[in-house]
């Protein structure tokens, strides 16, 4: 089962940012936060991933509660390319894919 | 960057054929992969873990006779999906790392069963 929750589905409008959730209430000390994203019929591709403090990097930024239950991967300017389904998952010693959340970016 | 190939990409044949799949990653040694499948706007589902030199590692509900995993070197991981019927028609997806860092996926192998 997947250890994470994510909302089914988002919608943005193209150049503003978007705020993915995820909550991971059962995460362990030595599990990262990793998202992925995939888009139709292609294998995931790696976004960012954290342990503990926030992250930025070129795709994304991630944002970790103090508590870690939960993280936000921040979009800062969504394009129509990054419409696709967003994945969070707790990299320990196991990669089991929730639902994910489905990013629709409209013009 | 990693990269991961996965070969081939398609496969359209008949029912009662053995499918091969291929996993390398290309410029890295992978300690794990996993192999999962992925029905149509459904998530990826893990199959099994694979581990180099050891025996593959399956979830729950996956018939380790069905899907034959061999993980033979660092860099190659093959899933045969032995005597394959419509049912296993998938999007079948590899992905392979080291230790807890991030996973490098392959493009997906599109298997067809007619």
């Known amino acids: 089962d997947a250890k994470t929750t994510q909302p089914n589905s988002m919608e943005s409008n193209e150049e503003e940012p978007v705020h993915l959730p995820c909550n991971h209430s059962?995460?362990?000390?030595?599990?990262?936060i990793h998202w992925y994203r995939q888009l139709p019929s292609q294998g995931p591709e790696y976004v960012i991933h954290g342990l503990t403090s926030n992250v930025n990097n070129r795709m994304a930024s991630l944002a970790i509660a103090e508590d870690r239950k939960s993280s936000t991967l921040i979009l800062h300017r969504a394009t129509l390319r990054d419409a696709a389904v967003y994945y969070c998952i707790l990299n320990g010693n196991d990669m089991r894919f929730g639902a994910g959340t489905r990013l629709t970016v409209k013009p | 960057g990693a990269v991961v190939s996965q070969h081939p990409s398609r496969v359209i044949c008949k029912s009662g054929t053995s499918v091969k799949i291929e996993c390398r990653s290309l410029d890295f040694q992978a300690t794990t992969m996993f192999w999962y499948r992925q029905f149509p706007k459904q998530s990826l589902m893990l199959m099994a873990t694979?581990?180099?030199?050891?025996?593959?590692?399956?979830e729950q509900g996956v018939e380790k006779d069905k899907f034959l995993i061999n993980h033979a070197s660092l860099t190659l991981s093959t899933l045969t999906v032995t005597s394959a019927h419509p049912e296993d028609s998938s999007f079948y997806i590899c992905?392979?790392?080291?230790?807890?860092?991030?996973?490098?996926f392959g493009d997906g192998t599109r298997l067809s069963i007619l």
């Open positions: 694979s581990n180099e030199g050891s025996k593959a590692t399956y």
């Open positions: 059962t995460i362990s000390g030595t599990d990262y």
């Open positions: 992905s392979a790392g080291q230790g807890g860092q991030p996973q490098h």
